[in-house]
Nanobody, 124 residues
Framework: QVQLVESGGGLVQAGGSLRLSCAAS????????MGWFRQAPGKEREFVAL????????YYADPVKGRFTISRDNAKNTVYLQMNSLKPEDTAVYYC?????????????????WGQGTQVTVSS
């Protein structure tokens, strides 16, 4: 089992920045790929970004490319999501997820472990 705890959410004005953190514990060596997803009210959970265990592979959803950066510190078992130039449409609950299997996927069903989520609200 892998436990994930997100932090860093909050209320920010449009154009501002936030950095989300995801602390992993438990059998962290079984987490091959880490991802960030988000879910706005009334919408399905959607992919935001992913990063491989080594950090050499990253991938972003089109709406956040050039504004968000995913990174990880394996010594701290922590994954980060730096969010810049935030827009009101970025408002959502952001979830950290871990994938145990090999391979890269942006599909929500490809991830085995999930955090409880952290709220990000961007005001216009």
């Amino acid at each position: 089992q892998v436990q994930l705890v997100e932090s860093g959410g909050g209320l920010v004005q449009a154009g501002g920045s936030l950095r989300l953190s995801c602390a992993a514990s438990g059998r962290t060596f079984s987490a091959n790929m880490m991802g960030w997803f988000r879910q706005a009210p009334g919408k399905e959970r959607e992919f935001v970004a992913l990063i491989s265990w080594s950090g050499t592979t990253t991938y972003y959803a089109d709406p956040v490319k050039g504004r968000f950066t995913i990174s990880r510190d394996n010594a701290k078992n922590t994954v980060y999501l730096q969010m810049n130039s935030l827009k009101p449409e970025d408002t959502a609950v952001y979830y950290c997820a871990a994938r145990a299997s090999e391979g890269t996927t942006a599909n929500v069903y490809g991830y085995d472990y999930w955090g409880q989520g952290t709220q990000v609200t961007v005001s216009s």
